[in-house]
Nanobody
Framework: QVQLVESGGGLVQAGGSLRLSCAAS????????MGWFRQAPGKEREFVAA????????SYADSVKGRFTISRDNVKNTVYLQMNSLKPEDTAVYYC?????????????????????WGQGTQVTVSS
């Protein structure tokens, strides 16, 4: 069983920064692609960013490209999402997800069905 625990969410003013963390336990973390998704009130869950199992490749939603950076520390079994230049439209619950297949990266890791495990989410609120 895999457990993912997000932290780092909170309230920030527009233009500010936050860093989300996701601590993983239960299996060989370094072998799995990791992703971040978000869900705003009344909207569907959407892809934010992903990082390949080898950390050599990343992908981003167009809406966050250039502002957000995903990274991972395979020693600490943790994936991060550095969020800069935050906008009110970034307000959402942010979810960490672990890929369902070891040693696999689709090239984008864009689709939720590529992930087998999800965290409980952390709220990010950006005020204008």
């Amino acid at each position: 069983q895999v457990q993912l625990v997000e932290s780092g969410g909170g309230l920030v003013q527009a233009g500010g920064s936050l860093r989300l963390s996701c601590a993983a336990s239960g299996r060989s973390f370094s072998r799995y692609t990791m992703g971040w998704f978000r869900q705003a009130p009344g909207k569907e869950r959407e892809f934010v960013a992903a990082i390949s199992w080898g950390a050599g490749s990343t992908s981003y939603a167009d809406s966050v490209k250039g502002r957000f950076t995903i990274s991972r520390d395979n020693v600490k079994n943790t994936v991060y999402l550095q969020m800069n230049s935050l906008k009110p439209e970034d307000t959402a619950v942010y979810y960490c997800a672990a890929g369902s297949r070891p040693n696999y990266y689709s090239g984008t890791a864009y689709y939720a069905n590529e992930y087998g495990y999800w965290g409980q989410g952390t709220q990010v609120t950006v005020s204008s």
